[in-house]
T-cell receptor, first 112, second 113 residues
Framework: SQQGEEDPQALSIQEGENATMNCSYKTSINNLQWYRQNSGRGLVHLILIRSNEREKHSGRLRVTLDTSKKSSSLLITASRAADTASYFCATDEQSGNEKLTFGTGTRLTIIP | KAGVTQTPRYLIKTRGQQVTLSCSPISGHRSVSWYQQTPGQGLQFLFEYFSETQRNKGNFPGRFSGRQFSNSRSEMNVSTLELGDSALYLC????????????FGEGSRLTVL
């Protein structure tokens, strides 16, 4: 079952623009992570934000977490063609089921 | 340091056959998790192994099984293949908690005809 639902399902923007994608989840979490997947390849870890953190930055990435709304957003600034990929959020639930539960993903296309 | 290695990368089987997929984690990583990815269901957790013990299992039928060896390499097996088993099978390793950062392999693309 999916814990996270990403929104939008697909997003196309011009190179140089900012891209924002959102993740909503259902149960209380310990941490939330974002991963990137290039077509048909493995996932690459981008960033982890803990439940007691509200915002985190890594290079051109900015992640926010609102535990009261059970949602997170990933902002990619100054997008590049190489950012074209699918982006997934993954949650570590407080229920202690000891696994990461992945969302449905956002397909991001950067138009050169 | 070498990344997570999965073999084979691509394979085609027919219904009723069985398949074994292999995963070599990053050196020093003792936890190995397996995920199934399909367009319809997304990424679904299969199981996780740590020090040769299965610590967690997802909601998959008994046809899906796995094991881990003393060198942390892991295999998963799917018996009596069904068309719906066609998927990208991803292996991930980690140093510590399986709920922390995962390092994924490139996956094994299984097609069942």
């Amino acid at each position: 079952s999916q814990q996270g639902e990403e929104d939008p399902q697909a997003l196309s923007i011009q190179e140089g623009e900012n891209a924002t994608m959102n993740c909503s989840y259902k149960t209380s979490i310990n941490n939330l992570q974002w991963y990137r997947q290039n077509s048909g390849r493995g996932l690459v870890h981008l960033i982890l934000i803990r439940s007691n953190e509200r915002e985190k930055h890594s290079g051109r990435l900015r992640v926010t977490l609102d535990t009261s709304k059970k949602s997170s957003s990933l902002l990619i600034t100054a997008s590049r063609a190489a950012d074209t990929a699918s982006y997934f959020c993954a949650t570590d639930e407080q229920s202690g089921n000891e696994k990461l539960t992945f969302g449905t993903g956002t397909r991001l296309t950067i138009i050169p | 340091k070498a990344g997570v290695t999965q073999t084979p990368r691509y394979l085609i089987k027919t219904r009723g056959q069985q398949v074994t997929l292999s995963c070599s984690p990053i050196s020093g990583h003792r936890s190995v998790s397996w995920y199934q990815q399909t367009p319809g269901q997304g990424l679904q957790f299969l199981f996780e192994y740590f020090s040769e013990t299965q610590r967690n299992k997802g909601n998959f039928p008994g046809r899906f099984s796995g094991r881990q060896f003393s060198n942390s390499r892991s295999e998963m097996n799917v018996s009596t293949l069904e068309l719906g088993d066609s998927a990208l099978y991803l292996c991930a390793s980690s140093t510590g908690p399986v709920t922390g950062e995962l390092f994924f392999g490139e996956g094994s693309r299984l097609t069942v005809l």
